[in-house]
């Protein structure tokens, strides 16, 4: 066994995340209790998609915490600082240890104005989907989060928002019979 300098414990910030994760996860978990369960025999009821986002949430709150640990356990193997510093950032697989400067502050700034913009492409979206329909929408949406999220390939731009928005009508409107949006 090591010392306490020897193991390091997980960023408290990813643990808070996979926190507030998990507990959206079971607040949906709980809501959806007095939805019924199914309205037809055989079929999904409305507590079916409630519950199955509120699994999602909990399992991806649980693997975030799974990484946050592993994270520190390898980090603290190798001899670095353990996490909670203020200059250490993480984002998905990348993490920087080093001290923030005028380019990391412009990182950050530049960083927050993107998700600024992803949240207004969002609320445009929801104000044009009734008007547009889902099927011109939806790839409109797609496109625009993965050009703000850095893909340039023409082809990636193209297909895949196209074949979500073909999913979405698969799945939603000719499988489950859900009414989407059909537009003008």
Same mark, same amino acid.
């Given at each position: 066994?090591?010392?306490?300098? /020897?193991? @390091?414990?997980? #960023?408290?910030?990813?643990?808070?995340?996979?926190?507030? *994760?998990?507990? $959206?996860? =079971? %607040?949906? !978990?709980?809501?959806?209790?007095?939805?019924?369960?199914?309205?037809? /025999?055989? @079929?999904?009821? #409305?507590?079916?998609?409630?519950?199955?986002?509120?699994? *999602?949430?909990? $399992?991806? =709150? %649980?693997? !975030?915490?799974?990484?946050?640990?592993?994270?520190?356990?390898?980090?603290?193997?190798?001899?670095?600082?353990?996490?909670?510093?203020?200059?250490?950032?993480?984002?998905?697989?990348?993490?920087?240890?080093?001290?923030?400067?005028?380019?990391?502050?412009?990182?950050?700034?530049?960083?927050?104005?993107?998700?600024?913009?992803?949240?207004?492409?969002?609320?445009?979206?929801?104000?044009?989907?009734?008007?547009?329909?889902?099927?011109?929408?939806?790839?409109?949406?797609?496109?625009?989060?993965?050009?703000?999220?850095?893909?340039?390939?023409?082809?990636?731009?193209?297909?895949?928002?196209?074949?979500?928005?073909?999913?979405?009508?698969?799945?939603?409107?000719?499988?489950?019979?859900?009414?989407?949006?059909?537009?003008?």
């Amino acid at each position: 066994m090591g010392s306490r300098s /020897e193991r @390091a414990s997980p #960023p408290l910030r990813l643990l808070a995340e996979a926190g507030l *994760l998990a507990a $959206a996860g =079971a %607040a949906v !978990l709980l809501d959806s209790r007095g939805y019924p369960p199914s309205l037809a /025999e055989g @079929a999904p009821g #409305p507590a079916f998609f409630p519950r199955l986002l509120a699994a *999602l949430l909990i $399992a991806c =709150a %649980a693997w !975030l915490a799974i990484r946050a640990w592993r994270g520190a356990r390898e980090k603290g193997s190798r001899g670095e600082s353990a996490g909670g510093s203020d200059t250490e950032r993480s984002r998905g697989n990348v993490s920087s240890d080093s001290a923030p400067d005028a380019r990391a502050t412009a990182g950050t700034r530049t960083r927050r104005l993107g998700v600024w913009i992803a949240v207004t492409w969002i609320a445009a979206f929801l104000l044009a989907w009734p008007l547009l329909g889902t099927v011109l929408s939806v790839p409109l949406l797609v496109v625009g989060l993965m050009w703000l999220t850095g893909e340039r390939s023409w082809r990636t731009l193209v297909s895949v928002p196209i074949a979500f928005a073909g999913f979405i009508y698969l799945v939603f409107m000719v499988l489950l019979g859900v009414p989407l949006p059909a537009g003008f």
